[in-house]
Structure formats: structure tokens, C-alpha cells
């Protein structure tokens, strides 16, 4: 291998290498594994690499001064003056990623997505919402449908989520996230990528999830092929209420069991302990993954649950329909400046001002958004129906998928792991190929995955198997 391509890679393969040696117990495979593994070396994708060198913090502070300029842009609040108000967020949105999309190539088309939010809960009377919604088109035919969504809510609140008059600046929660995804249009828009990436910013997130659970329910109706959805919320500042100063760290929260199981899918995950490998928790280990890549001056901290404890955001709606879907947040949160009146209280300020966010920190966080998102956009699409052959009692694992479709798909990864590890520790290039056995390895001791990898080392999310005869 030449020393480039070696120091391209650097710790991870030698790391890998190591792992292959001890966790790999048959004799004779370590020999292919790593002859294999020279192969299929980590090489970082040029553009997504621009990509990340291009997402400016001076625009996200700029964005988010301007959105906590609306005054409140709670849900409820008034939706045709254009200087305060949800209304003029809104607007001012729409007009900040149609001048985006004009550097697209007609590639990029931006749709107010408006529809009547009926009374319900936090929506005393039936009120007009409105999601802005930046499409920017997939290059290739085989993979044009296949989409990633990225979204912030542009809504705030103080204290009540029905009160529409109170100042609510809403500088982190939900400016940052929104901030980012404008961002992220901004510097992609620019790119082509095989597959689509939406990058959306949503209302009534305070008010119930109701601008994302319409956009779900859009794309669940439509039968639109979304492989993934992340939502950016409350990613505005790098230092806690506890005192924890962590520029850093990003907090990926995915769910481990399907918010859309079904009674027959339980019974076989807990047949073949697939408790921890949910298509979310695949997504959130190729962001871990990605980012340690392309922007390795940041830590993805995996955590295991939906969302913060008891708590949700707009990528519920997603899970709960089938996608694919995890939430970013800051490391450490500060409940004085979320949901609260803007007010000095015995010396202590209350209230979500823009001066608390780091817009460094939110930058990073983007960085991290846009490199996972164009890593995905521009692999194949993850490999459909993985399987495990269970026809026989066995010590080999059998595995079978069905082939992409992609033109420029250059084969498969087998990746396997110990039970016990947070995430995929080995991997073995198979060709294009569409089943694989691995021999002396038992499903028993094991969980496998199969991603797929393109002519330029793109690889999908990984797919965890189900069981079939
Ligand atoms: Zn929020």
C-alpha cells in the first residue's frame, strides 16, 4: 500500500487491523480479512471535505440575530406583519433559501408548505402553518428518489407555548438548528449529489411536533423514500447550566427499538437480539463514523434513547412512521435560558438571547450535519432485505441481500462486531456479490451488517440482517 494512502487512514486502520487480529478467532480468515482491508482503505471524499472548510459561523450568527429580530416567532403569533411575528420569520426563511437555490443550477426549488393546523391541545383555534421546505434534486436517476432530510424549527417560546405576545427569541432553541440547516443549503446547494437532501425548517414544534408530523405524514402518503431525517434542536451553546464548558461534543440521540414496531417484529427481535441495531442507531454509528473523517475536532457522543429523557422533538414523527430518524442537541443544556420570560431574576437572566449561543460551536455542529449528509447523498443506498439463512443449524453465518441498482456500485462490506461493542469494529470487502457466508463465525457470537460501497469508496449505512429460512 503506498504511504499516502496509509497515512490517509492513519490510527483507524491500524486500530482496525488490531481488532481484525483479537476478535477474529478463526485461523485463516485474519490472512484474507486483512489483505482485504488494504483494499477498501478509508480515502476522504474531496467535496465533502470542501463542504466542511465552507460552512461559515459568521452567516450563522448572522441568521440568528435576524430571527430573534422577529421579536417571537411563536406559532400563534401574528402572521402578517413583516417586522414581528412567526409571519415574518417565514418570510424572511423563504426569501434566504430561494436566493440559495439560485446558486443551484435549477437543482435546488424551495415550497412554503402551508396547511390549516386544526384546535388541538397548544392551538387554542384553528391556525395556518407553514414549513419551508429547500429540495435540492438527486443526480442520479437510480438514486434521485432515495432522500435525506435535515431540519430546525424556526417556532419559539418563553414560558407558555400559547402565549403569543411575550418576547421570545428563541436564539437557541430553535434558532441554532434552523441557522445550521440554512447554512448547510447554503454551502450545498452548490454540489451535486446522487441522491436528494431536503433541508427543511419547520413550525409548531412547541406547539406538539405538528410542522413535522404533517411533513411525515406528507411523505409516508406519498410513499416518498426517505432513508433518513435529522433534526438539529438546541444546538446553539457549548457551555451547560452545570457549569460544563464542552465545545466539542454533540449529543446524537437514536432509538434502539422502532417507535413503529409491530407485535410480530418484536417477537423476532427478541429472537435474534436486534434491541440495539434499529435503522436509527445504523444512522447514528455512520454519523459517528463520518465525523470522526471529515471533522474529527468533534466528538459524536451516541446516545441511546429517542430523545432527552421524556422529552421529544420533530423527529419523532419520523420514527413513528418508519424513517430512519435521530436528533443532535448540545452536550449540556441550560433550563434557564430554554422555555423561559426574558427577565432579570435576583440577579440571574432568564430567557434564550442570542449572547449565551457559541456560534463556533454551532458551525461544528453543522460541519458534522453536512458531512454525514453528503456522505449519504453521494453512497449508494443502503442494501434492502439483508438476511441471515437460518435453513440450517451451523457454526458459518449465511447471509443474502438484494443487489443495488446503482450504475457506479462497486460491491459490499460484511461488518460484524462483538455483541457487546457500541459500534461496527470490522469489516471484509465482498465484490459484487449478493450473498456471503461467514465461515467459523456463529450468528450466535456475532451481530453482522452489509453496507454498500461505490467505485469511489462511498459506503451506505450499514443494514442489519432479519432472519429467513
Ligand atoms: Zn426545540
Known sequence: MPTRLLSSIGISLFVLICSLS??????GQRKQARSVRTTSARTS?????????EVDARNIEKTIRKLVSFGTRNTLSEQDNPIR??????????????????????????????FLQAKAARVPEPTMLTNIVATLKGTQPES????????????????????????????????????????????????????????MTVAGEEQG???????????????????????????????????????????????????????????????VGGENDSTSRQLARFIK?????Y????????????????????????????????????????????????????????????????FNYIANVARVNAACLAALALAPARPKNVAVVTARLTNDTDLKWDANKEPDLAGYEIVWRDTTSPVWSNSRFVAKVTSYTAKGMSKDNYFFGVRAVDLQGNRSPVSFPHPVR
Open 144 to 199: 434521485e428518489a432515495r432522500t435525506y432530510v435535515v431540519s430546525g424549527h424556526y417556532d419559539s417560546m418563553c414560558a407558555s407555548p400559547t402565549d403569543a405576545k411575550c418576547d421570545a427569541p428563541g436564539g437557541n432553541d430553535d434558532a441554532s438548528g434552523t441557522a445550521a440547516v440554512l447554512e448547510m443549503a447554503r454551502v450545498m446547494a452548490k454540489y451535486k449529489f446522487e441522491a436528494t437532501i431536503i433541508f
Open 295 to 358: 471533522v474529527s475536532r468533534m466528538r459524536v457522543m451516541m446516545v441511546y434513547r429517542r430523545d432527552r429523557y421524556l422529552r421529544g422533538g420533530d423527529h419523532i414523527p419520523f420514527l413513528e412512521r418508519g424513517f430512519a430518524a435521530v436528533r443532535f442537541t448540545e452536550p449540556n443544556e441550560n433550563y434557564q435560558h430554554q422555555h423561559q420570560n426574558v427577565r432579570v431574576e435576583k440577579g440571574v437572566q432568564y430567557g434564550d438571547l442570542p449572547e449565551y449561543d457559541d
Open 209 to 271: 411536533l405538528l410542522g413535522s408530523t404533517y411533513f411525515a405524514e406528507q411523505a409516508k402518503q406519498k410513499h416518498t423514500d426517505i432513508e433518513a431525517m435529522f433534526t438539529n434542536d438546541i444546538i446553539g451553546s457549548s457551555l451547560g447550566g452545570n457549569g460544563v464548558h464542552d465545545p466539542v461534543t454533540v449529543r446524537v440521540f437514536s432509538e434502539g427499538v422502532p417507535s413503529n414496531e409491530t407485535v410480530e417484529e418484536a417477537t423476532t427481535r427478541r429472537g
Open 45 to 53: 471524499n474531496n467535496q465533502i471535505s470542501r463542504i466542511v472548510g
Open 85 to 114: 411575528g412567526i409571519g415574518a420569520a417565514r418570510d424572511w426563511l423563504f426569501a434566504e433559501f430561494s436566493k440559495v437555490a439560485e446558486q443551484s443550477g435549477g437543482r435546488m426549488t424551495v415550497e412554503k408548505q402551508s
Open 22 to 27: 483479537t476478535a477474529n478467532p478463526v485461523n
Open 289 to 293: 463514523e463520518t465525523a470522526q473523517r
